[in-house]
């Protein structure tokens, strides 16, 4: 009986034991209640940077993030610009749909994206990341972000007929859509360090 009553005691404690031993941390951010504005010093002048986080699956915006640099006067500014490099700021633009005849031009055969069906917006696919492998050694900013928005709009009706494409399609799509995104954030790595050097 000694021994139940011990053991039941053991029971009943173990847990508060356990309880006492762990620590629950909560981390609390504040945000400051009042934006602060600063003023450029002497010799130089302000400029925005943007950074953009794109979906995968998608190609959209998931998350722009807004920053404000020093930079000596006479800089130019643009409203896409990164760390001061002109060049790379026409391919952080963010990407529009383009029109079917920047899309036929690109993809070298006439398309009309929003009559594309799953067969036909594979085939576009398939042209679009050949083309992209076959000449972006040789592509400027602005080649860039006309891939971009050629990959938008057909992003755009991909979301449109989603539904009817089987796995094995979409997951070529996403292969293809990831493609394009990493080669493009090689380009403008690549440019930021050469610019650097």
Request: aromatic content about 4%; overall charge positive.
């Amino acid at each position: 009986m000694k021994n139940s009553c011990l053991l039941a005691l053991l029971l009943l404690a173990s847990p508060f034991a356990a309880l006492a031993q762990t620590k629950s941390t909560t981390t609390t951010t504040t945000k400051p209640s009042s934006t602060t504005t600063t003023t450029a010093p002497a010799g130089t002048q302000q400029q925005i940077e943007v950074t953009e986080d794109l979906d995968p699956e998608t190609g959209k915006v998931i998350r722009r993030t807004t920053r404000t640099i020093n930079v000596p006067v006479g800089t130019t500014t643009s409203p896409a610009s990164t760390a001061g490099s002109s060049s790379s700021s026409t391919m952080d633009a963010p990407a529009t749909a383009a029109t079917d005849a920047q899309v036929s031009t690109f993809l070298r055969k006439k398309t009309t994206v929003s009559t594309l069906t799953t067969t036909g917006l594979l085939a576009a696919y398939d042209l679009f990341t050949e083309r992209v492998r076959n000449d972006r050694q040789n592509w400027k900013p602005a080649d860039w972000a006309t891939a971009a928005n050629i990959m938008s709009s057909l992003n755009d009706r991909y979301q449109q007929l989603r539904g009817s494409f089987s796995l094995d399609d979409k997951l070529t799509i996403r292969s293809q859509q990831g493609e394009f995104q990493a080669l493009r954030t090689a380009k403008q790595i690549s440019t930021q360090v050469s610019d650097k050097l």
